[in-house]
């Protein structure tokens, strides 16, 4: 990755009991200073017009006017000539499908190492790493392989979940599922719990934003916790 | 699918509160009937022997002698010979990668549908049906395709989970994924919940089993809920 790509990876878009992009809306907002209008790419959800006319209306109110990639004649043109590109959540598997049927993984990959700005939140994020094999979601279409755009050099886990104490259900825990990820592969894992966000700056620096602390998962060792404002390069560039 | 096949899907091994397949221990012995000896099938925990050797452990309790298939010098030949089989719980990717890299996916569904028994719990009901793409799993290995043993003509989602009201996490609730399922695919879905499962006879019959309600989800219509000792084929045989 070049030293000039710049990436926000948000565990979800909407925390609990405020709207949509509400609690990172500051960090969005410096994060595309400088652009006027954001690429949004809803491929991640089955009613794309829906969810465009949603993160538009959102991003009007930051001050960003919003052009939703599937109206696109020519989505990999319209990569190629963006200014800030934001993916939205939804199903991880159905967005990397389509990124890939599109032939838009490489394109958007390119201009984001060249600097174009990136904003991902829950399978926004995931994409933005090296494979999707850490997701949360249901492999409700077969994406073609699970490499991904590979941006960054870890795992992203959005909407980490802690164990419930009280639980009696049987299913693995969040901590569990993990850890069987890292039984097969060697690359670390930030569990991003939800209302924290990840700020990327290049290839060496990686800082925890938000309220909540953040669960890493780095093979060999016990999971173990990070505060807001740490750098987890030393931890994530294995 | 032969007249011959007879399935026992198990939604979850272990229950709240009990031992080891002790809440459908009587279905097992009943279904193992006329067999001496299991072949148990390993692959979706990391550490086959551990998991071999709990296996065995209680199939000796319940009357049965049992053979673990990673220790067989030849898994093909193994299946050939099987009197019964058990497919383990664990990761479904993982189990369905190494069930594919052995290529035991045609042997395997050539004896069930032959009428050697099937018993699945968790992981090892994922791949008795036409996909796994409604496992719960993380996708933390790619198992080289979806496709899995189809001996049943419906979906399967165990451990299946019921939103809890006073939840202020935002990922997607279960129902919510299999509705994200039921946008992109055609197959009915069985949600079996802890303590369920279903007997499958044939072609035509596949009765739920257990305690729980079952809830099934079918495309163009609202999700809705089965009783214990329901016949599910008119809307699993679609």
């Keep these: 990755m070049s030293s000039r790509a710049r990436l926000l990876l948000v565990s979800t878009s909407t925390t609990f009991g405020t709207g949509y992009l509400d609690h990172c809306a500051e960090a969005i907002a410096a994060h595309f200073a400088g652009a006027r ?5 809803p491929f991640a959800l089955f009613d794309r ?3 465009a006319a949603k993160a538009r209306t959102r991003f009007e109110a930051l ?3 919003l052009d939703s990639l599937h109206r696109a004649a020519d989505p990999a043109r319209a990569v190629e000539g963006a200014e800030a590109l934001f993916i939205g959540g939804g199903n991880t598997f159905r967005l990397l499908r389509d990124l890939r049927r599109s032939a838009l993984l490489e394109p958007i990959a390119r201009r ?6 990136y904003l991902g939140t829950s399978a926004g994020s995931n994409v933005a790493g090296p494979t999707i094999r850490t997701t949360n979601d249901m492999p409700i279409v077969d994406p073609g392989g699970f490499e991904a755009l590979g941006l960054v050099p870890f795992q992203l886990n959005p909407h ?4 419930d104490p009280s639980s009696k259900h049987m299913g693995e825990t969040r901590e569990k599922r993990l850890q069987e990820y890292l039984e097969e592969n060697e690359r ?3 569990g991003l ?3 924290g966000w990840i700020e990327c700056r290049g290839e060496t620096s990686f800082v925890l934003r938000g309220a909540p602390r953040a669960r890493l998962f780095v093979r060999g060792r016990e999971p173990f916790e990070v505060e807001p ?3 987890l390069a030393a931890w994530v560039c294995a």
């Design 37 to 41: 209008r954001v690429l949004f790419v």
């Design 193 to 195: 719990r939800e209302g």
């Design 49 to 51: 017009e829906a969810y």
């Design 160 to 163: 980490y979940l802690d164990p």
């Design 188 to 190: 670390p894992v930030v």
């Design 229 to 231: 404002g740490t750098e």
């Design 112 to 117: 984001v190492r060249g600097g174009m700005p």
């Design 63 to 65: 001050g960003f006017e």
